[in-house]
């Protein structure tokens, strides 16, 4: 059974920083490339970040350049997504997605979706 268990969303302050994790079973993490998308209250959900199966490539939506960061751990099953100098625009459930396609930015590229866990930023 394939499951992505996100965690580390909380409620912080502008400024502040998260460190948010998902962990991976029931699949082969090491041939996925993994992705962070989040989806804010009234909103699309939006692509924030991916990283490859070997970590050689890493993708960041505009939202995300210069301020978050996407790492993963092959041996952990796990990949994580730190976040800072959080805005209250970063707002959202955030959700992290497993990808067996050659590409890995969109939401058509990923089979596997966690449940999310909610970042709130407060002004």
């Known amino acids: 059974q394939v499951q992505l268990v996100e965690s580390g969303g909380g409620v912080v302050q502008a400024g502040d920083s998260l460190r948010l994790s998902c962990t991976a079973s029931g699949f082969s993490f090491n041939m996925y490339a993994m992705g962070w998308f989040r989806q804010a209250p009234g909103k699309q959900r939006e692509f924030v970040a991916s990283?490859?199966?070997?970590?050689?490539?890493?993708y960041y939506g505009d939202s995300a350049q210069g301020r978050f960061i996407i790492s993963r751990d092959n041996v952990r099953n796990t990949v994580y997504l730190q976040l800072n100098s959080l805005k209250p625009e970063d707002t959202a459930i955030y959700f992290c997605a497993a990808s067996g396609n050659y590409y890995f930015t969109t939401e058509p590229d990923y089979e596997f979706w966690g449940q999310g866990t909610t970042v709130t930023v407060s002004s």
């Open positions: 990283i490859g199966r070997r970590s050689t490539n890493t």
